[in-house]
């Protein structure tokens, strides 16, 4: 029974956050379900708190490693100090989740500072900020948002500043280079150790305790539950931070992380994992995820776009109520509209071909509309006195007449959803998107490059590729008077 | 059968009279011009006959009906249009452009190319333009292309907008007579506008006259010269035929 393939069984979907910790912890899991005969889906860089409890919440994914904490006050926003044991209890009994026993570890936020600022100013905790100025304070966007994060925080203590937002993997560096002073970390960040700063205590009892353990959907199989149970205890905080800084500072991969940490748990120690794909077949792998995912989008598009377009020529008054919603669409967050997809549509590809078809129906429509009206007068007269019906006019005339300016707006979507598409990632669509989530997490810019440069090599193919298009298209002199 | 009959029509646009009480009918088969200075209606005119424009009182029959505004394409199909400027289509050679109601009507390749054919040379347009396209050709090539594609589906009428204002006098003068040897050989009904009067008394076998939205006069070129029914067609005819070149 020990190590056998469940051929019969659905794989079981590991997910994890953004950020070098969740995905350690993800690995281990999914390892340790592998080593032990099951197949896993890793749908890892979901974008969000907010996603991946939504994708665990409506059966898209199977476990993810959490928070007390983060499930207390920012999922459930539950009132009073609650412990481990009673925060399960509660999951059990009013939810279809469960959290799993904890990997071992506090992951807590911290208020850490630099070194030479807390030995100036005597700071050891944070009742030692207040009344302070001249502080600057960089907190990451989510802590500001959450219930339990900045005004909450400030409120306890009675701290008053104007926090800058940023990216946590930009906050260390931006401390380290002295543009800010005071930072949001989680207790087990490398960082801490590698840049110097002070941890101010929580003197005043603010924070609730952030165990880290499995959270996963009451309806997996109790087997699976059981070998998850196996981590429960085995990852101290020590240990934690030694695996983090495995991954920032020796440049170790997150499944090499957890491969080291599996083997040196014996209980737990496990045959060598499958060697992975080299750099170029992954590169080629996501690439073409990504060409995919923008060339479907890029159908869609058109074929709802292509059709609304000649509907608000044919008819003129409701134009402006469907151009003005359409570039509506185009205001939305695109982070914000992923996430409203996952209810509905779920996590991966589904959910990531409507947002990005979406955010590529305008250039294609107002193109179409834009089109069809510029249509000299005296040729639409002509067309319409000479007896060709509306439909007629549109297939002989009015469109291959309007095909450049058309297909100039099919062009430009295809620019932009290439573009787009790398956000495919954070809702676990793949793409070329993870490597820039990922070197975003580890702050790593010459992974961001690996997603950055072949998405924009796409774009120029795409160029390419559409002007090519025009000249087999398009009658060359029509092409010339345009642009002539 | 009167092809094309007008009982009180009248056209408005906001306060401004376009065309006031017009009854007018047209001989069938032959050329009728209507003539007045810009302004006049003549245009609108035209359009109340292919349903392009409706009028706002009076009746329009076309080939013995009242214009159905719910089937106007098959009763344009059944009408040669032809403006200035000709409209040919950019995107379509000078055959495309020809052959397209003739193509949309499903007729045999065989009869439209014999069709085409027949047209082509009517007009004197040498058989090897079929696949130029219409910005390579001159002016007056293109406006007889215009008269082909009008000519396709031999229709009974035709409704002519200016089709020769833009061409220069050579051309133009060579057109005319090609017109005219085209009725001559197969008789249709032309309602001709234009705003050159010699114009109309060389082609045109009845003229209507037409002054801020009214019919001024109707009859033969010769009767028009010789009897103006008012001060304005005498002013009218005098400006027109004798604004001579000074010596």
């Not at chain 1, 007390?68 to 609650?82: D, M, V």
């Not at chain 1, 179409?368 to 510029?374: K, P, V």
Request: proline content about 5%.
């Amino acid at each position: 029974m020990a190590l056998g393939i469940h051929p019969e069984r659905t794989p079981i979907r590991v997910a994890s956050k953004p950020f070098n910790e969740s995905y350690i912890l993800a690995e281990i899991m999914a390892q340790l379900l592998e080593t032990r005969g099951y197949s896993v889906e890793r749908r890892l860089g979901l974008g969000a708190t907010m996603i991946s409890y939504e994708a665990l919440k409506n059966d898209e994914i199977d476990v993810y490693p959490e928070y007390s904490g983060t499930i207390q006050e920012a999922i459930f926003r539950l009132k009073g100090r609650r412990s481990f044991s009673s925060l399960q209890d509660f999951l059990s009994k009013q939810t279809k989740l469960e959290l799993l026993p904890s990997f071992g570890f506090e992951n807590t936020y911290v208020l850490a500072a630099r070194a030479d600022l807390a030995k100036e100013k005597k700071l050891h905790a944070i009742s030692d900020l207040v009344g302070q100025t001249g502080i600057r304070y960089g907190l990451t966007h989510e802590y500001l948002q959450r219930g339990d994060g900045w005004p909450a925080l400030a409120a306890h203590y009675g701290l008053s500043a104007n926090p800058v937002g940023m990216e946590h993997s930009l906050s260390y560096k931006a401390i380290a280079e002295g543009q800010i002073d005071v930072l949001d970390a989680y207790s087990t960040d490398a960082e801490i150790l590698k840049y110097d700063l002070v941890l101010l205590r929580d003197d005043k009892g603010f924070f609730p305790h952030y165990l880290a353990a499995p959270f996963v959907r009451q309806g997996v199989p109790a087997d699976v539950k059981k070998v998850l149970g196996e981590l429960a205890g085995t990852l101290s905080e020590k240990e934690m931070q030694r695996l983090n800084a495995l991954v920032i500072s020796e440049g170790k991969t997150f499944a090499e992380a957890a491969e080291d940490f599996l083997q040196s748990q014996k209980a737990l120690s496990s045959p060598k994992a499958r060697p992975a794909d080299s750099k170029w077949v992954t590169l080629a792998r996501k690439t073409g995820d990504h060409l995919r995912l923008t060339l479907v989008a890029l159908v869609l598009a058109t074929l709802v776009a292509l059709p609304l377009g000649i509907i608000t020529y044919l008819k003129p008054s409701v134009a402006n109520p469907v151009l003005y919603s359409t570039g509506l669409l185009q205001t939305v967050p695109s982070l914000a509209l992923l996430a409203f997809m996952i209810a509905p549509f779920g996590t991966g590809t589904r959910p990531a071909l409507i947002a990005l078809t979406l955010y590529a129906l305008l250039p294609i429509l107002r193109n179409t509309y834009t089109a069809l009206n510029s249509i000299d007068p005296v040729l639409k007269k002509v067309s319409v006195g000479m007896g060709l019906t509306t439909w007629q006019r549109l297939r002989y005339i009015e469109l291959p007449l309007g095909a450049p300016t058309i297909l100039a707006g099919i062009r430009t979507a295809a620019v932009i959803t290439v573009g787009t598409a790398t956000l495919a990632a954070f809702i676990g669509a793949g793409g070329l998107g993870e490597y820039i989530q990922t070197g975003l997490a580890l702050n790593d810019p010459q992974l961001i490059m690996w997603g950055a440069v072949p998405a924009a090599l796409l774009a120029f193919a795409m160029e390419f590729g559409f002007e090519a298009l025009e000249k087999l298209l398009v009658p060359r002199h029509l092409l010339q008077r345009r642009n002539g | 059968m009167e092809p094309i009959v007008l009982r009180r029509a009248s056209k408005s646009y906001g306060d401004r009279t376009v065309l006031k009480d017009i009854s007018l009918t047209f001989p069938p088969d032959a050329t009728t011009a209507i003539i007045g200075p810009s302004g006049s209606g003549k245009s609108t005119l035209l359009q109340l006959m292919n349903g392009l424009i409706r009028p706002d009182d009076g009746e329009i029959l076309v080939l013995g009906k009242e214009i159905d505004y719910d089937s106007l394409p098959s009763l344009r199909k059944q009408i040669g249009y032809a403006v200035q400027g000709t409209g040919l289509f950019p995107h379509l050679t000078v055959e495309q452009n020809i052959t397209l109601l003739a193509v949309l009507a499903n007729q045999s390749d065989g009869e439209i190319a014999r069709r085409i054919s027949e047209l082509m040379t009517l007009v004197n347009l040498p058989t090897d333009y079929r696949d130029k396209y219409p910005h390579q050709l001159s002016g007056g090539e293109q406006q007889r292309v215009g008269l082909c594609r009008a000519m396709m589906l031999d229709p009974r009428i035709f409704l002519l907008d200016e089709p020769f204002a833009a061409l220069d006098p050579i051309t133009r003068a060579e057109i005319h007579a090609e017109f005219l040897k085209l009725q001559e050989i197969a008789a249709r009904t032309m309602v001709l506008v234009t705003h050159d009067l010699r114009e109309a008394m060389k082609l045109a076998d009845r003229i209507v006259i037409l002054n801020e939205g009214q019919i001024e006069q109707v009859g033969r070129p010769q009767d028009i010269m010789r009897q103006p029914a008012s001060h304005f067609v005498k002013k009218f005819v005098h400006l027109q035929l004798h604004d001579e070149i000074r010596t």
